[in-house]
């Protein structure tokens, strides 16, 4: 009966909304296995994948190990047995049986593993002891979390997710987030992951409630138990009672009565009191944000992120298959402009069907990723950049740059890029002109050269997830730091003033893509910095250009001024909070 009480568990909320549904609890087994034989030559490199995927199930451990000490009753169990996990990867029986049979059978690392495992636990099961069979199952979960790592490119953990569900997870990757079907998904909670990693981002992109960094998500629960996912509060509630399920009831309603209200503005001008247009663009992740896009009566896509064309899949897309997915986005944008920003694969973003070139660094935030990547591997960027030109013969397209960190990285890139264009027109191909060229403004440096960088970029776009990052030291998607995570930083602020000021110097537009351009409380403090392009996930879009209609931009300059002049980060939130507040009681 105690089964059936109540019970809340705590988390960051990530993504805003209220959902109640089933749970559906992700579990790490499961994994369909292929088996194929490997050259004598590829088994070097088959032992290689096996221990990078040893290497990221033991750091995957690591992070469980932290988490577990939230666990409100059972923690030194949990810790106890992801030690035993964690001896399970170094020099075990079952590892020594992995490499041997890769070496002498030459099969691949995921059919190795699965025949081990095998292996172990029918010895185990002879063994007929109650607590050696209990280690059988721990093994096959061992290496169920080898398989997960080797085979993440094509594995759905989703695929069997019934309709109207919360998903519980111990971890959401980008790559999983990708896959996720917001027709099915009514929100996610996950043990890792911080508030602007991108399965986050994901998630306010589709509107689903999403909680990161709790400890105890699993423990206690079923699939199939009722929970009700609050994304606002960062709360979780096991096997609500009638009147909590009313109240949430109540909340999901007045919900989408806002929601209506806001979506009347669709078709509305962003006009600011005095009567100056500021444009509102959209961020799309995935091909299925379009009718987002279009809903949210959004002038244009600021920032596509082209990373979904190279996740969840073992080869790279070649140039026919990226132009044809920006085709048609541009075609279905009709005359609206697309900012296609290149890879920005590497760090939390990895992509299988790169083979590992990005990812095998101690610290892959600062390692190859990104314009890192593409002009270590040109071929990547130039077939990427030929697609892009291409497709600009279909409607107005400007290409992104990620990460950039120094004035010669544009110049490369511009080389590259008239480089692809004479081989276009050696084809055949002639588009128009090339594409405006323009640079994030993401990692300090960048900014704070703005004005050299503003010399041989058409345009900026502020990335403030990276810039918060990078200049406060703060993984963004570690929940342990999450708490320090603050775009609002005074630090992070000036850097942005700083580029905003250069860009207009040197009389390119600026815009900021990063997630507080969604964030209606930034409103006021952006355009008062002198943005006038702001880029967001379309659902947020309604809602800032609300803001927008009721602020004048001297006032807006003379609000950035006074937050420009704290040093103190909770009196900047202060502020930004209560200019919200007010306004909502003067209303
Ligand atoms: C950013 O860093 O602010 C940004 C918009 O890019 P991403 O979130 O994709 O890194
Ligand atoms: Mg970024």
Redo the contacts with the bound molecule.
Sequence with gaps: MKNDIERKIKGNGVAPGIAVGPAFIIEQSGVPVPEYDIPSAQVENELKRLHSAIDKVQQHLAQLRQKARDLPVGAEDMTLLLDAYKGMLSGSRLVRGVEEIIAKQRINAEAAIQKQIGKLKADFAAMDDPYLAARADDVGEVGARLLRSLLQQNYNPFADAPEGCVILAEEITPADAALLDPGRVVGFATVLGGA?G?AA?IARALGLPAISGVGALTHGIKTGDTVVIDGYKGEIVIRPDAETLQRVRQEIQRKKQEDKRLKALRDIPALTVDNKLIALQA?MELPRDLDAVRDSGAAGVG?L?TEFMFMNRATLPDEEEQYQALRKMIEALNGLPLTV?TL?IGGEKLASALGGMSEECANPALGLRAIRLGLKEPKILETQLTAILRASMHGPVRILI?MVSSVSQMTEVRAHLLQVERRLHRRGIKPKGLPPLGA?I?IPSAALVADALAKVCDFFS??????T?YTLAIDRGDDSVANLYDPYHPAVLRLIQFTVAAAWRANIPVAL???IAGDPRATPLLLGLGLRELSMSPLRLPAVKSEIMQIALPQASDFAEQVMSKINQHEILDLLQKRITAKEKRV
């Design positions: 602007e991108h981002i961020n920032l992120r920003r920005d990620p994030m993401e502020i990335g403030s997830n990276d810039l990052q893509c990063g997630e």
